[in-house]
Every structure is written in structure tokens, then in C-alpha cells.
């Protein structure tokens, strides 16, 4: 892989060839001049881009710029606040999620998320991953699915032998593969990752950094974090946001290299954060 | 001076902590004694309730036994009088008749109704029987009288037996038709009551026969008269035989000793059941919609502060609603069901706070994971918040029952059933509760409904305890610490 | 073993299945409707009020149930003031708070400041189980065990009297005082103690001079409460007080409270349509407006004074 002379400063140095390259891949998620109230706050602004299929997205940007409010405002996690509105449009495979007829329940049953702060059930690791199965009426194969869930999320071989134990006994780092296992265990198609490694210690972040990577051969995944060498290390394609706007949205590689907007070239230098 | 000394405390600095002492000590006492009398309260009445195994002794052998006095001219001296025999019980096998005076029991003097259950309790503890001496009724006694009138002093009567057959106490010592009694013991005979009485005080005091001087073929004549009858009562001071017919037996209006707590048992728990019926379903559902449906808006957040507040309202206040809203416009009348609707009312606040206490110890985030794995909001309610608010709602549960349990005030308000002698049949019936049998007992003139009283806040207390206890440790051990 | 998972259709139709809406809908509207009830009946408790003691103000003028001392609903003239029993009242809801407050007071002081956590986590629940007896248990102390003690001490005391009722009062509500005020007493901030201790204060100063002061007024809204509470009390009254309204009030004789006023009104042998059951509904109205104002304005104090410190 050849690459241009990154800029000293560009994390992206740091990890270089770690990553795929962006490729042209159909969108999943599809946001349209995309603005949210909370109350009269209004938190997001005509956001517009595209999620491609089976790639990583990262979305950056300073404290309070909108990014994990838009990565709520995918699987409708915001309707549980009772105080917000939207205007535009987004569409999952094509169906926008906001319309009347669409369920918020439908739409967080295909697009998964992990939060960023582990939040394991405070009951066994089996009866963690037995949730999701049960509420979606799967009664089949109930062991298997959670066995082949703990694999994706590289979690199997640590607990296997202690299933019935509480999920709370185990470390943050293990807590919060659990919870991916957990969002994976129903087969969504999208996985969305709210700063996921921000309450975990390295070595637990780069285990779920790997993981990441292998996930996105089976799955979409939208990763937020405040983590600039973390979205380079990760990512095909990020997403720069600054006070609620869209900034820059580009392949991971251009973005950290050769950003176009200065704001963006400010941040990913770190004049400002 | 050594570095150590200089930072010893000066006198004036001294004499400073001493005065902080001492309010630590004054703050100590305080909850010491707020504690201790109240502790001591419960200890009294404790002791008063002891008189319980004495009077189910008395009661068992067969015995009612009323005050009554005895009165010669202004003078008035009490005596207990046996109100009513058991047929077939060991009283009336030894003989014993209503309206017999009890003189003494175990050798030992008894006045009164109290005397009476104090010394029977003083009897040692292996002893099943006790001696007792009383005088028989005035029939039994003398037979039948008539009366004279005495000629220096209008309006006062003697006595002349009129009829004394044959199995009279009188006939078998020798006293005859037709003789007039003058006095006994030196005392002035009257009327044929004062006469029986002055026999049963004057035999009280000396164990001897009476001397009576009475005139017969218009001679007087003076006669040894024994009028007291001794024999072997058996007594059954067993606590536990005493408890369980205590709290198996009905309400008795004039007998302390035969009255019992089986109507206020069982309407209690049929009161509570209703409450917890109508209270339990509504608080839960009210708490789990305002906390995890209701959009936090101005009037969820004035109700959350009237629905507190009404917690506080007086309790009879709630009678009154109970009164107006449920017996007259429902139209339940003054019933158990109205009772317990009543009280329902009453703990309704307190579930409500109780519940939306407990479903918010449920931290946000376990929600928020349960919504991102695709539950609804049912699901999200009945399979993640509702299993962890569980400890703290059943100690809401617990607390707000033992409230219901102990409540009598606005149950009073719901009617007059200050006496009930029947079981409640079915949930319209008239009723008691336990709190309002111990009003109407602690009211009651007669000696020993105290007693009976204290019984029943024994009981009481045990069953709250019991239950407040299960609450705070259930809420200490299975809260969940997040 | 890689055992490959049922995946959900791809093609989306988000909407939720008919059947699941429709019982998500009637879970919603059910809880919303117990709810509603539980609104229902503090309205209906309001209205009850209003309604019920409406006939009552049109014949008796509220100068006169405020006003007069006569209270005598079933003689000729009848009299409708309540001057006596709201005296009455006071008066033994103030002997129970002058012996509630203090010691009350005192006791959090022990709990929050001096108290080990061990002993505090076993005599809290002490003071909660003894805050949880029947109040028709206290009525009883003060009527078999108090009265006899002091008519022991102060032969002139009645075998009914306010002064027993007062004092046992006082014991009944002592729980609820400490508890609230050892609350408040424990949300005052560290750094304030803290920074007397700084100043080379006592434990006692520090207590005296900067907790207590800090905490005041929330050790006000407790005794609001506890005012509250003392107002409506009614069992120990009913059973201790007698049911003679004294005027002027003197504790040591027989007194009528409003709630035994009411408890009287009830039990009596009246018609149930005769105006003196509007009468009770006034004084039912009377006690639901002043102690909901009562532990309204307690409620909104406490919630200042959480605001200030947190």
C-alpha cells in the first residue's frame, strides 16, 4: 500500500495500513438535511451523508458537536428522551425510519448499538444474551446463538465456563464485549458504537479495535468517538462534525491527510478539541 | 515546654470541648429517651396484659365474674359477684350458682375483679387447683323472705325467713320458718339484700361462723351460722390454651375474661385483603406509568406533588371521604368492602411514592439497553425494571399493609360496629378491626378490658413487627447496588 | 464452531406487527387509566370537600365557625363555632411538638454527627418500627399507663386530659421529626464542617454554630410536617383528650380536638341527613386545607433547601 506522505501530525501515520481502503459500497443509512430539537435547542443542522454497507464509519468532532446525538437519531434511541423533534429524513434500506408507520422498536431490532459506558444487565452473562433472543420470540437454537454471538465478540473462550455467573463480575473491557455479543445476538445489520473504548483501559481498547475489524466483514458499523488515532485506526470512512453541522465527510485516509475544510484540519491537528 | 505540651489544649479551649461534650451527650439522651419511653410504654403494657392467663384460669372453671358493692347505709364495699355459671363446667360441679360472692381464693381475701385475677396469678406455678370460699346467693342462703317492717323506725325492714325447705345453707344449720334475723356479728340486719351483703362482708372478714341473732317465738336466740362454702376449683392458667382462646373467641360485652378477638382477626385480614386488591394493582400501574410512560411535563410534576402531600393527610380526613364516596354515592354501605376501598384510598399515595421510589433506584442505562437490543416498552418494564424495583416495592408493599393493619381512625368514621359478636360472612358484612376492638375495649368501664386490651396491642405489635422487620431487611439485603 | 445465525429480512419493513402494536397500545392505556384513577381520587377528595360543607357555610357564617367558641350542634340554639376545639387543638399539638422538636432534633444531631454507622444502621430502623406503631397503641399508653403517672405526680389532673394526649403525642411523632431532620442534617455539604473545623471550632461549635444554622430550614419543614401530623391526629385524642371542649383551654381537664369533633359526629346516633353531618364536612374541609397547605409548603422548602446544596 503507497501512500502519500501523511502530515507529521496525522495520527493516521501512526497506523498506517491497518485499515482497508474506502470502497464505493451501497448505503445502508442514508441521512437527509437531517436537524433535531431538543426543546427549542436545536442540537443538529441539515446533516447529509451516507453510511456505506459493511464498512467502518467514524464520526469526530469536539465535546457537544452533535456526533452522538446523530448516532441516537439512528435507531431512534432519542424518541426516550419525550422532548425531541426532527425534520428531514433518515432512510434505512430506503425506508425513513421517521415516517408515521415505522416502529421505533422494528428499527433498533435491525440497527444495533453499544454504549459507552459497559452496560451489562445486572443478571448472568447467559441471561444477557438470552434477553434480545427472547424478545424477539426466538426460542430455537437459543444456546448456539448466544455460543456463535460470544465468538464474533471474542468473548467465548473467557466465559464459556462461567455462564451462569453475574455479568458484573466480569472486567470492563470483557463487560463491554459483552455488550457487543449482546447487540449482535438478534443479527442486526448495523452496529452503532457510542465511544465505546472511552471507559476502558488500553489493552481492553485494542482488543475491541481488532474486534471491530473483523465485525465489519458481517456487519455495518458507525463508530463515534473522541478519539482521532482511534477513528484513523478503525475507520474507512469519517465524518467530521462542529457544533451540530456536518463539516467534512470523506474516506478516512483524505480526511486525515488532505481534510478540505479548515475547521477540520484544525481539529484533526489539535488546535482545538 | 516540649513541642507536644504547647499543643495541649489551653484551659480556655478546654473548657470549650467540654461544653461540646456535653451536648453530644444531650443530643445521645435525646434519642435515649425518645427510644426508651416508648420501650417503656410497650413494657407497661406488656404487664398489663400478663392478668390474661389468670382470667382465662377463672373463665375455663366456668366463671363471669362482675364488681359489685355491697352497701350498709352511706358505707359501700366492694365484692366480686359470679355473674354467670358454665352449665357442666367445673364451677357448677363444685356447686357454684350465679349471684354467689367470691370471698377468697388459695386462703387469700379478694375485693374486686382485679384482686381476684392478681391472686390467681400469684398461686404457685405448679398448682392446678386453688382453694376457693364463697357464700352462696341469697336464695340458696336463706330460702325465700319476707319482709318486716320494724316498728320504732318507719320505712326500715327486717328480715323473716318465709320458706327455707329443705337443701337452703340455713335449713341445715338449724334456722326455721318464721324466724326473724336481727343482726350478725354485732351488725344490724336490713333488707333482705343489705342482709345476704352484710353476711358476705362480715364472713369476708373472719372465717369463723356468724354469730346471728334472730328472734324466733318472739324470744331472741343467738346461733352460729356458717355461711361460707369452700372447695376445690381447678384452674387452667396455661398462656398458650389462654392466647388461642383469646384470639378464637368472640367479643363479650360484659365478661372481659370471655370475651376475645376472632371477629377483628378475621375482619382485619378481610379489610387488608380488599385494600391490598384495590391499592396494590393501581398504585404499581399509576407508579410505573407516571415513571417510565409519562413524558415529564408541568403536570405530571404537580401531581407527583399532590399525590405526595396527600400521604400526608390526616387519616380520618380519608374516613370521611370513605363515608361520603363509598358507603352513601356507591351505595357499599358500612362494609368490609368499604373498609378496605377506604384504606385503599388511604395507602394509595403512599404506594404510588413508594413504587416511583423504587423504579427509579433502577438507573436509566439498564433502559437504554434494553431499548437498543429491540424491546418494547412493555418488555423493557416487565423483563429489566421491574425485576430490580421489586426488593424496594415489596418494601413499599410491607410498609404501606402494616399502615392499613394499625389504622383504626378512619374505620370509626365508617360506623358504629364498636361491638360486633358475629364472624363476617362475606364482604358486605358489617365488621371490626383489630385497632378498633382494642378503641372500644380501652374504653370499656368494666375492670379487665383493659387487660384484654393490652392483649391485643401484644398481638398487634407482634404481627407489625414482624412485618416492618421483613421490610427493612428485605429493603437492606436484596436492594440491589448499582 | 461458527453456526450461522437466522438473519432478520433485509428487505425492511419497519412497521411493528399489528398485534404487538395493539398490545403495547393496551398496556399504555391501562397503566395511563390506574393513573388517572388515583387522580380521580384526589379530585373526588377535593370535591368531596367542597360539596359536602357547601350547605353548611350557607346557614353558619364563616365568622361564626372561626369565631365562636360555642360548639353545641345538638342543643337548642344550636352552635356552630369552632374557636374551642381549633384552641384545643393547639393547644395539645403544641405540648406534642414542644416535646416532639427538641428531642427529635437532638436525636438526628446524635445520628448524623456522633453516631457510629454501625449503631446508626440499627437504631434507624429502631426509630422506624417505633414510628410504625398504630397510633391507636399510643392512645392507649397515654390513657392506661401516662394519665396514671401524672395524676400520681398532680392529683388535679382529669382522668381525661390534654396534656397526656399532648405528651404521648409528642413520643408518637418524635420519629418522624428525627428521621426528617437527620436527613436535612446529612445533605449539609462536608466542606461547610469542614471548613469550621478549619477554623479551630469544636465538634459541638461546628454543630451548633454552622450545621444547624445550614440546615435550618429544613429541620422547619420537618416540623411543619410534624405539625401537620399533630393536627390530624385522632386516635390518641379520641381516647386520652376526653371529648369535653375546654375554654379557655387547660390541659389538665378533658379537650376536644377537631378530629375527635369528627370521630364524635361520626359514632354519635345522628341522622345521617341532619346539617350536623355538614358540619363534619366543614371541619373535615377546615383540617384537608390546612394541613395540604401545611405539607405542601413543607414539601417546597425541603426541595429549596435540597436545591441549595446540591
Known sequence: MSLPAPAPTSPYHAEEGHVGTAIATPTVLATRDFSLWYGSHQALFDITFDVPEHQVTAVIGPSGCGKSTWLRSLNRMNDLLGIVRTEGSISYRGTDIYERHVDAVEVRRRIGMVFQKPNPFPKSIRDNLAFPLRINGIRVGVEQRIETALRRAALWDEVKDRLARSALELSGGQQQRLCIARALVTEPEVLLMDEPCSALDPGSTARIEDLIQELRQRYTVVIVTHNMQQAARVSQHTAFFYVGRLEEFGPTREIFTKPTNKRTEDYITGRFG | ?482 | ?310
Open chain 3, 1 to 310: 464452531m461458527q453456526a450461522t445465525l437466522t438473519v432478520l429480512p433485509r428487505t425492511p419493513s419497519l412497521a411493528a406487527p399489528r398485534h404487538r402494536r395493539l398490545f403495547e397500545a393496551a398496556v399504555r392505556y391501562t397503566l395511563l387509566g390506574c393513573g388517572l384513577i388515583a387522580v380521580l381520587v384526589a379530585g373526588l377528595t377535593a370535591w368531596t370537600f367542597f360539596a359536602g360543607s357547601l350547605p353548611f357555610f350557607e346557614k353558619v357564617s364563616l365568622g361564626e365557625f372561626l369565631g365562636s367558641i360555642r360548639w353545641a350542634p345538638i342543643t337548642v340554639p344550636e352552635g356552630y363555632g369552632t374557636l374551642a376545639l381549633i384552641a384545643d387543638t393547639a393547644v395539645i399539638t403544641g405540648i406534642s411538638l414542644l416535646v416532639a422538636v427538641p428531642l427529635g432534633v437532638l436525636a438526628a444531631v446524635f445520628l448524623s454527627e456522633y453516631c457510629s454507622p454501625r449503631l446508626r444502621s440499627f437504631l434507624k430502623p429502631v426509630l422506624e418500627i417505633l414510628g410504625g406503631i398504630p397510633t391507636v397503641v399510643y392512645g392507649f399508653f397515654a390513657l392506661r399507663t401516662v394519665t396514671p403517672w401524672l395524676q400520681e405526680m398532680f392529683p388535679s389532673i382529669g382522668f381525661w386530659n390534654g396534656l397526656s394526649a399532648g405528651i404521648v403525642m409528642g413520643f408518637m411523632i418524635l420519629p418522624l421529626v428525627a428521621s426528617l431532620s437527620e436527613d436535612v442534617l446529612y445533605a449539609v455539604p462536608r466542606s461547610l464542617r469542614e471548613a469550621a473545623y478549619a477554623l479551630g471550632a469544636t465538634r459541638g461549635e461546628v454543630i451548633l454554630r454552622v450545621v444547624l444554622p445550614a440546615a435550618m430550614s429544613g429541620i422547619g419543614a420537618a416540623f411543619i410536617l410534624a405539625l401537620s401530623r399533630a393536627i390530624g391526629e385522632t386516635m390518641i385524642v379520641a381516647l386520652a383528650a376526653g371529648r369535653t371542649p375546654a375554654w379557655p383551654p387547660d390541659p389538665t381537664q378533658p379537650m376536644m380536638t377537631l378530629t375527635t369533633t369528627i370521630v364524635n359526629i361520626a359514632t354519635g346516633d345522628h341522622e345521617a341527613t341532619a346539617f350536623i353531618w355538614a358540619a363534619l364536612f366543614a371541619i373535615g374541609a377546615l383540617l384537608f386545607v390546612v394541613t395540604l397547605s401545611l405539607n405542601i409548603a413543607s414539601h417546597f422548602i425541603v426541595k429549596r433547601f435540597r436545591e441549595l446544596y446540591e
Open chain 2, 1 to 482: 515546654m516540649s513541642a507536644s505540651s504547647q499543643l495541649a489544649a489551653p484551659p480556655r479551649l478546654r473548657h470549650r470541648h467540654r461544653k461540646s461534650g456535653l451536648f453530644a451527650v444531650l443530643a445521645a439522651g435525646s434519642l435515649g429517651v425518645g427510644v426508651l419511653v416508648v420501650v417503656l410504654l410497650i413494657f407497661a403494657t406488656m404487664r398489663e396484659s400478663g392478668a390474661l392467663s389468670s382470667m382465662h384460669a377463672t373463665a375455663t372453671a366456668g366463671l363471669a365474674l362482675s364488681q359489685r358493692a355491697a352497701t350498709n347505709g352511706t358505707e359501700s364495699t366492694p365484692y366480686v359477684s359470679i355473674a354467670q355459671v358454665t352449665p357442666t363446667s367445673p364451677a357448677e360441679t363444685l356447686g357454684l350458682a350465679q349471684g354467689d360472692a367470691l370471698l377468697a381464693i388459695g386462703g387469700n381475701i379478694v375485693r374486686d375483679v382485679r384482686e381476684v385475677w392478681a391472686t390467681v396469678a400469684a398461686l404457685p406455678a405448679n398448682k392446678s387447683t386453688a382453694t376457693i370460699a364463697w357464700v352462696p346467693n341469697l336464695e340458696a342462703l336463706l330460702g325465700e323472705l319476707e319482709l318486716v317492717p320494724v316498728a320504732e323506725q318507719a320505712g326500715t325492714f327486717r328480715v323473716r325467713l318465709a320458706y327455707v325447705g329443705t337443701e337452703t345453707v340455713a335449713a341445715k344449720q338449724g334456722l326455721r320458718d318464721g324466724d326473724v334475723l336481727l343482726s350478725a356479728n354485732g351488725l344490724a340486719l336490713h333488707g333482705s339484700q343489705q342482709t345476704w351483703q352484710a353476711m358476705v362482708t362480715a364472713a369476708r372478714t373472719n372465717n369463723a361462723p356468724l354469730a346471728v341473732v334472730l328472734e324466733r317465738d318472739g324470744k331472741r336466740k343467738e346461733l352460729p351460722f356458717r355461711v361460707q362454702r369452700e372447695g376445690e376449683l381447678p384452674l387452667d392458667r396455661n398462656l398458650i390454651a389462654a392466647l388461642w382462646r383469646f384470639v378464637t373467641s368472640l367479643d363479650e360485652p360484659r365478661y372481659p375474661e370471655h370475651a376475645g378477638l376472632a371477629s377483628a382477626i378475621l375482619g382485619s385480614l378481610l379489610v387488608v385483603l380488599v385494600t391490598i386488591l384495590f391499592s396494590f394493582p393501581l398504585g404499581i400501574a399509576a407508579a410505573v406509568y407516571l415513571e417510565e410512560y409519562a413524558k415529564r411535563t408541568r403536570i405530571t410534576s404537580v401531581l407527583q406533588v399532590l399525590i405526595a402531600n396527600l400521604a400526608g393527610i390526616p387519616s380520618v380526613v380519608y374516613g370521611i371521604i370513605g363515608l361520603e364516596i363509598i358507603d352513601r354515592t356507591l351505595g357499599l354501605g358500612r362494609s368490609i368492602l368499604t373498609g378496605g376501598i377506604t384504606l385503599g384510598l388511604l395507602i394509595l399515595p403512599v404506594m404510588i411514592l413508594g413504587c416511583r421510589e423504587a423504579l427509579r433506584t433502577v438507573p436509566p442505562w439498564v433502559r437504554q439497553a434494553a431499548f437498543a437490543v429491540g424491546a418494547t416498552p412493555s418488555q423493557v418494564v416487565w423483563y429489566q425494571v421491574l425485576p430490580y424495583a421489586l426488593p424496594g416495592m415489596l418494601t413499599t408493599m410491607i410498609l404501606a399493609v402494616s399502615r392499613a393493619i394499625g389504622e383504626a381512625a378512619p374505620l370509626i368514621m365508617l360506623g358504629a360496629f364498636l361491638f360486633v359478636t358475629y364472624l363476617p360472612n362475606g364482604l358486605m358484612d358489617t365488621f371490626t378491626v383489630v385497632p378498633i376492638q382494642i378503641f372500644t375495649w380501652a374504653t370499656r368501664p368494666q375492670a379487665g378490658y383493659e387487660t384484654i386490651a393490652a392483649v391485643a396491642i401484644v398481638v398487634l405489635l407482634v404481627i407489625l413487627l414482624v412485618l416492618n422487620g421483613t421490610a427493612i431487611v428485605l429493603r437492606n439485603r436484596y436492594q440491589l447496588r448499582w
